[in-house]
């Protein structure tokens, strides 16, 4: 019989969509502008002083143009404007509004709420031991030799 245990990268996936899945429903269900799964996960990464494209499509991990097309979109339900980069004329920033401060402060408490409910289910203690192991720098991968 095959082991059916999965490997860390799924179960770290299958949480991040749990978060997000919560979030775009709770947002939904407060009558919030909608978002995609995409434009969520930018508007985490974005800096408050803002963020050039180039950089939001490295930390998401997607092509510049997915990158481009999730902030045009935020732009265009004004939640999101794009300002010049005081430190490169070619370059812009991307930065929140202040509509897109609000659905950030929002868009947070419900990601509280959510790590809330998770702390009910697999307990405080569980909750606490995952976000310390989580934020404790791994450093870069070694090569390994091939198996």
Do not use: K, Y
């Not at 985490?44 to 481009?68: I, K, P, W």
């Not at 005081?86 to 609000?102: K, V």
């Amino acid at each position: 019989m095959q082991s059916t245990r999965r490997n860390l990268p799924q179960l770290l996936e299958e949480a991040r969509r749990w978060f997000e899945e919560g979030l775009l429903a709770a947002l939904e269900a407060a009558g919030a502008v909608p978002v995609s799964a995409t434009q969520a996960r930018l508007f985490a990464v974005l800096d408050d002083e803002g963020t050039t494209v180039s950089e939001l499509a490295r930390r998401m991990g997607v092509t510049r143009q997915t990158a481009h097309q999730a902030v045009h979109g935020l732009v265009a339900t004004g939640l999101l404007e794009q300002v010049p980069d005081p430190a490169s004329a070619r370059q812009r920033l991307i930065r929140r509004t202040r509509d897109g401060e609000r659905a950030h402060r929002r868009a947070r408490a419900i990601l509280d709420r959510l790590e809330g409910q998770l702390a009910e289910r697999i307990g405080q203690e569980t909750v606490e031991a995952l976000r310390a192991a989580l934020q404790t720098p791994w450093g870069p991968p070694t090569p390994l030799n091939r198996p």
